[in-house]
């Protein structure tokens, strides 16, 4: 397992599948990419200076090629210049100026970003058009989607399709043990051989019936089910998926 240190960012857009852990929580993620070894999933984690915020952003591009490569560097910058702070919505703000003014609908993106502070036991969360992260909390012991409660008609839309988007950014209470999963929309609209999606309430049923396994042991769940429901194929889209357990 990678532990990752203090003003340290670990990620990128390449396929992997790998273990990590920084001083608030542990992690999994797996990446895959339809037509290579890079994709247009992007994914980071970022620790800040005194070792106290995990950052974690998850990001699917419209297409492949330099554009993915570029939202990928500004995304980096854009945590580097920001290691300490709790904001995430501004980031995405930001982010999705730059992708309106370089690129365009063309390089649409999704993406969402969640930061953990261990300090004040909070999580922070904004989205920008992309699938809900899940909770499972120890003292529900279900999981659900984490929904904003958004105020603002025109909020939180992908990024690259209009300018000055504001992204709203809502925080909620964790404690040890409970646990995150976020992925990019390619996993739930992974088809059999009939056309029928894999779906989200099919990628609950499997997160409920491995709730007690370790995190990597969790992700690997998903990843049998989603193998069995293709016939083995992931060749439809890119897939990247992060199973997380606050330390």
């Not at 099919?202 to 992700?219: C, F, G, M, Y």
Request: glycine content about 8%.
């Amino acid at each position: 397992m990678y532990r990752m240190h203090c003003a340290e960012i670990w990620g990128g857009t390449r396929a992997t599948n790998e273990d990590l852990s920084t001083r608030v929580l542990t992690a999994s993620l797996y990446s895959n990419a339809s037509e290579g070894c890079k994709g247009g999933d992007i994914y980071y984690f970022s620790v800040c200076e005194a070792d106290m915020l995990t950052r974690i952003a998850i990001a699917d591009v419209a297409g492949h090629g330099p554009d993915v490569n570029r939202i990928s560097r500004w995304l980096y910058d854009s945590l580097a210049a920001q290691v300490n702070s709790h904001e995430v919505g501004g980031l995405l703000a930001r982010l999705n100026q730059q992708v309106v003014t370089e690129c365009g609908l063309k390089a649409m993106t999704t993406a969402a970003v969640a930061g953990f502070c261990f300090a004040e036991t909070q999580l922070y969360i904004s989205y920008a058009g992309h699938p809900p992260l899940l909770l499972w909390r120890q003292d529900e012991q279900y999981w659900r989607p984490i929904e904003l409660k958004t105020r603002l008609e025109a909020a939180n839309l992908p990024l690259g399709v209009m300018e000055s988007i504001p992204y709203e950014q809502e925080q909620i209470r964790l404690v040890s043990g409970d646990r995150l999963f976020l992925y990019t929309d390619g996993l739930i609209e992974a088809p059999d051989a009939q056309g029928q999606l894999f779906g989200e309430e099919r990628l609950r049923d499997i997160l409920e019936q491995a709730s007690n396994e370790s995190v990597p042991r969790l992700k690997q769940a998903v990843l049998r089910a989603i193998h069995q429901h293709t016939g083995g194929t992931l060749t439809h889209d890119d897939i990247t998926l992060i199973t997380i357990e606050i330390n």
